[in-house]
């Protein structure tokens, strides 16, 4: 088992938000998410405080104050006397000002080259399955750009009765359809092949999203064109950006669940997500998810892009690349407690987390508090839906000892998700993309967690 390599220092004071990008002396002076931190801290101070008043001993005795004498309670705040202002103003609605260090994020571990940019999704702050559209992840080989909707248009080609182009009003006429699905990049996780390499689950994992998506099924647009169904084995998407993303999408997957959206969690796309138009292609890696879409090619082959020949494919043991890896594997992470995180005091915990499989539906998760000797079952959060995100939870009791917390998933096709040695086995430990390992958070006995591995 191998601690985080990072520096001395950096990782103790680790909140479980930091700026990335600019790692100064002042910020690790201060601990970045000082309000929470501070938060969390007085409210267990007061409740350790009711705790020894009381005598009291239990399951929830230090997780709330006792009323008696909690003058946050007890005195009237100004909030409570005056007039509160009116919402009209605001225009659109943002988070509370309280929130304001739940963002995404871009990795302390990697350097941003041009244009191409990614930020990673705070999953350590989010509840249930949904991802907000402000805190989606994004992934750009090029760059975003906010695309006028009336300008952009939709081609359908290839091997088709009659080629056509379609405006947004064109497709929004279709019969649409709105789906839950999770987007995973292929590189999710791609840092951690070798050892633990970045301290939260944000960067472990945060290059995955999960939103309702809504637009018109694929396969009626093909339809519409008259695809010939003989000799169709392949579509080609591509991206309206200068990235010109191109990816080839086996037959099967566009006439089953492939939607071409618009929509986004009841709102339009947001330009970080492909505004005006993308495609979703559920259960399939992030690439495949061609954003600005512009154009369709039906086809007999694949098409060997440089996307599809250059990146997200898998180095092998054997020297081999396994190229076309397209679904995402059954994975899950414990998303809190997480790494940069810290427990306050011993007692009674919710871990609770993620599970997903770009095959089917999450069939059971088990969580383990002593680095995979023992599992228990979690509880599994409705809805369960087809490759789509499923929260679990898990009561935990905190001793006050070292512990290191693992879940691993088990999808409807009763695949369970491998640890180290399991997946090093088959695939080695010289790839980036489709690591869908059991992550560790190890919990020291002043309650602060780390990302560290188990084998
Ligand atoms: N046009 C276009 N589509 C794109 C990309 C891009 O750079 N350009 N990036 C791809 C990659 S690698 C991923 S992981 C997903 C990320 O989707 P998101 O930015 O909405 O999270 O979009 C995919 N679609
Ligand atoms: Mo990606």
Redesign the pocket.
């Known amino acids: 088992m191998s601690k985080l390599p990072l520096k001395e220092g950096r990782l103790l004071r680790a909140p479980e938000n930091f700026l990335s990008s600019d790692f100064s002396a002042e910020v690790l002076k201060k601990g970045f998410d000082e309000e929470r931190r501070s938060f969390l801290r007085r409210s267990f101070l007061a409740a350790s405080a009711a705790v020894a008043a009381a005598g009291a001993s239990g399951l929830h005795s230090n997780q709330a104050a006792a009323a008696e004498g909690e003058e946050a309670i007890m005195a009237l705040p100004a909030h409570t006397k005056g007039l509160g202002q009116a919402v009209a103003a605001l225009g659109y609605g943002q988070p509370s000002q309280f929130e304001k260090n739940l963002q995404r994020r871009e990795s302390p571990g990697l350097n941003r080259v041009s244009a191409a940019s990614v930020s990673f999704c705070p999953l350590q702050g989010l509840f249930g399955i949904i991802t907000p559209n402000g805190l989606?992840?994004?992934?750009?080989?090029?760059g975003w750009w906010d695309i006028d909707p009336r300008q952009h248009r939709l081609m359908v080609m290839g091997l088709v009765k009659q080629a056509k182009v379609y405006t947004l009003d064109d497709l929004m006429r279709f019969p649409s359809i709105s789906r839950i699905h999770f987007?995973e990049?292929?590189?999710n996780t791609g840092m951690e092949w070798g050892n633990a390499a970045v301290p939260t689950v944000q960067y472990t994992h945060g290059?995955l999203?999960c939103c309702e998506y809504t637009g018109v099924p694929l396969k009626l647009l093909l339809e519409d064109c008259g695809i010939d169904l003989k000799a169709a084995r392949y579509v080609l998407a591509e991206?309206?950006?200068g990235?010109s993303?191109t990816r080839t999408i086996n037959i099967e997957n566009a006439l089953d669940d492939v939607i071409v959206a618009w929509g986004m969690n009841g709102e339009m796309l947001r330009p970080?997500?492909?505004y005006p138009l993308?495609l979703v292609v559920p259960g399939v890696?992030?690439?495949?998810?061609?954003?600005?879409l512009r154009r369709i090619e039906v086809g007999d082959q694949p098409w060997f892009t440089r996307e599809e020949v250059l990146h997200y494919v898998d180095l092998m043991p054997d020297g081999r690349q396994r190229q076309f890896t397209s679904i995402q594997e059954c994975k899950s992470v414990i998303t809190s407690p997480s790494g940069g995180q810290v427990l306050l005091g011993q007692g009674t915990f919710n871990i609770s987390g993620l599970a997903w499989s770009g095959r089917g539906k999450i069939r059971q998760v088990d969580v383990s508090v002593d680095g995979g000797n023992t599992w228990r079952n979690a509880r599994l959060q409705t809805p369960i839906l087809d490759k789509c995100l499923t929260r679990f939870n898990f009561d935990w009791v905190w001793d006050g000892k070292p512990a290191i917390l693992q879940s691993r998933a088990i999808d409807s096709t009763g695949y369970v998700q491998p640890n180290y040695r399991q997946l090093r086995a088959v695939r080695g430990s010289r790839s980036i993309y489709h690591n869908n390992v059991i992550q560790s958070w190890q919990i020291a006995g002043n309650g602060e967690v780390f990302n560290v591995q188990v084998s």
């Not at 989606?136 to 090029?142: A, G, I, S």
């Open positions: 989606h992840f994004e992934r750009h080989h090029q987007i990049c292929g590189a290059m999203s991206g309206a950006d990235a993303l970080e997500n492909g993308r890696q992030g690439v495949s998810w061609v954003k600005y």
